[in-house]
């Protein structure tokens, strides 16, 4: 199995900015997607931004130019810079990835589609 662990969550008023850090852990055989949707109050989940083999990212148009995704291969981690914050950024923001991984004493590949818990991020006006 793979797990997520996210971190960098926290209070920061209009303006300001936060750095979101989410690290996969397990028997990894590869990663192809890292993202992160986020759930505000009352509201459905929604996609953020994603990095796809490291390299091709995508953004959601109201994040655009204000947040930056990043992925670290080595450390199985994706980061999320996020400047600029305006109090509807205020959410649950998850962690999610998909790729393969090492299944029983033979090494098996598995697919994997895995969610963090979720890290809470409060933006003040």
């Known amino acids: 199995q793979v797990q997520l662990a996210e971190s960098g969550g926290g209070l920061v008023q209009a303006g300001g900015s936060l750095r979101l850090s989410c690290a996969a852990s397990?028997?990894?055989?590869?990663?192809?997607?890292m993202g992160w949707y986020r759930q505000a109050p009352g509201k459905q989940r929604e996609f953020v931004a994603n990095?796809?083999?490291?390299?091709?990212?995508n953004y959601a148009d109201s994040v655009k130019g204000r947040f930056t995704i990043s992925r670290d291969n080595a450390k199985n981690t994706v980061y999320l810079q996020m400047n600029n914050l305006k109090p509807e950024d205020t959410a649950v923001y998850y962690c999610?990835?998909?790729?393969?991984?090492?299944?029983?004493?033979?090494?098996?590949?598995?697919?994997?589609?895995?969610w963090g818990q979720g890290t809470l991020v409060t933006v003040s006006s």
């Open positions: 999610n990835a998909d790729g393969t991984y090492l299944r029983g004493m033979w090494d098996d590949r598995n697919s994997f589609d895995a």
């Open positions: 397990g028997r990894i055989a590869s990663i192809n997607r």
């Open positions: 990095i796809i083999s490291g390299a091709t990212t």
